[in-house]
């Protein structure tokens, strides 16, 4: 772990539903504590804003982590919908069925950040979260 967040490159786009009662902060911990959870190191998080697939809501972020499936396998296991890359463009998974999303859904309209989370990789990351 490092103590301050170094340039990095966001190249991967994700989605994660938002369940009820849940806000979008909350799903950003999810997914940090979930990165924690299973080894999964990322040094940022950008939330980028909320879509909609199959009259759900999902939350659009965009990370560092090279390899996003087992924290998104892991989030699955806890209800939550997933949204990721693959060679063909995007898919939706949902515990147990999965779909297509198109790519201009997951990377058009990219505004600023909304919020950026600091990843597990880097030191107080708790601290978003009213932890220490």
């Given at each position: 772990?490092?103590?301050?967040p170094?340039?990095?490159?966001?190249?991967?786009h994700?989605a994660?539903?938002?369940l009820p009662?849940?806000?979008?902060?909350?799903?950003?911990?999810?997914?940090i504590?979930?990165?924690?959870?299973?080894?999964?190191?990322?040094?940022r998080?950008?939330e980028?804003?909320?879509?909609?697939?199959?009259?759900r809501?999902?939350v659009?972020?965009r990370?560092?982590?090279?390899?996003?499936?087992?924290?998104?396998?892991?989030?699955?296991?806890?209800?939550?919908?997933?949204?990721?890359a693959?060679?063909?463009?995007?898919e939706?998974?949902?515990?147990?069925?999965?779909?297509?999303v198109?790519?201009?859904q997951m990377?058009?309209?990219?505004?600023?950040p909304?919020?950026?989370?600091?990843?597990?990789?880097?030191?107080?990351?708790e601290?978003?979260?009213?932890?220490?």
């Amino acid at each position: 772990m490092t103590d301050s967040p170094e340039p990095t490159r966001l190249n991967t786009h994700i989605a994660v539903e938002l369940l009820p009662r849940m806000t979008p902060t909350q799903v950003a911990e999810a997914v940090i504590r979930g990165g924690k959870t299973v080894g999964t190191w990322f040094r940022r998080l950008e939330e980028s804003g909320l879509i909609e697939v199959a009259m759900r809501k999902f939350v659009r972020f965009r990370t560092d982590l090279e390899d996003p499936m087992p924290l998104l396998r892991h989030l699955l296991d806890r209800g939550h919908g997933v949204v990721y890359a693959t060679k063909d463009g995007y898919e939706v998974q949902f515990p147990p069925r999965k779909g297509r999303v198109s790519s201009l859904q997951m990377l058009g309209g990219f505004e600023s950040p909304t919020k950026t989370y600091k990843g597990p990789k880097i030191k107080g990351w708790e601290a978003a979260f009213g932890g220490g």
